[in-house]
């Protein structure tokens, strides 16, 4: 059985900066809703950020997030909306045994990350949030370290 909190790639210093990037950084940063421990974690110039609505056919899917800005601003209204809930269970722990990121494909200084979310997490209210989605990450090398240049996110998990 993995271990959630553990970066699976211990010897590979690329992946595991990307893991630490995807998983560790983006978690605690979405947790804290705290924009500032992730911002410096993309390429402003360029960025676009698809929103594939779980849907599988790209013909449903928007560009929700032409630039930076507009991703941002929807990630902190996520956070803040994610820290008024009241849970039955400790949220980072259910997110990080939700979050799958062991597949990261490198070709010179671009990357294409697969992250994948399957489980969720235990409200007060007895409900339960399902958290089953993927994204497709593009990272590249930039000014000395991976960075988030765009996304396709919101991806079925799983796809078909």
């Known amino acids: 059985m993995r271990d959630p909190f553990l970066n699976p790639f211990p010897s590979d210093s690329a ?3 990307i893991w630490e ?3 560790l950084r983006d978690i605690d940063a979405f947790l804290a809703a705290d924009w500032s421990m992730v911002e410096h974690d993309f390429v402003e110039e ?6 594939a609505q779980k849907q599988l ?7 929700a997030f032409p630039t930076l800005s507009a991703y941002r601003q929807e990630w902190l209204r996520q956070a803040k909306d994610f820290a008024e809930q009241s849970f039955a269970e400790d949220p980072r722990t259910a997110i990080f045994t939700t979050t799958t990121l062991e597949d990261i494909e490198i070709e ?8 994948k979310f399957d489980g969720g997490i235990s409200k007060s209210d007895g409900t339960r949030d399902v958290l089953q989605w993927q994204t497709l990450y593009y990272c590249r090398l ?4 991976w960075k988030i240049s ?6 079925p998990n799983p796809m078909g």
Do not use: C, N
């Open 150 to 155: 765009g996304f396709t996110g919101y991806l």
């Open 108 to 115: 010179g200084e671009m990357a294409l990350v697969r992250k």
């Open 21 to 23: 990037m995807l998983v």
């Open 15 to 17: 992946r595991q900066a």
């Open 57 to 63: 056919s790209p013909d449903r899917w928007r560009l």
């Open 142 to 145: 930039h000014q000395g370290r």
């Open 46 to 51: 360029g960025f676009i950020g698809i929103d």
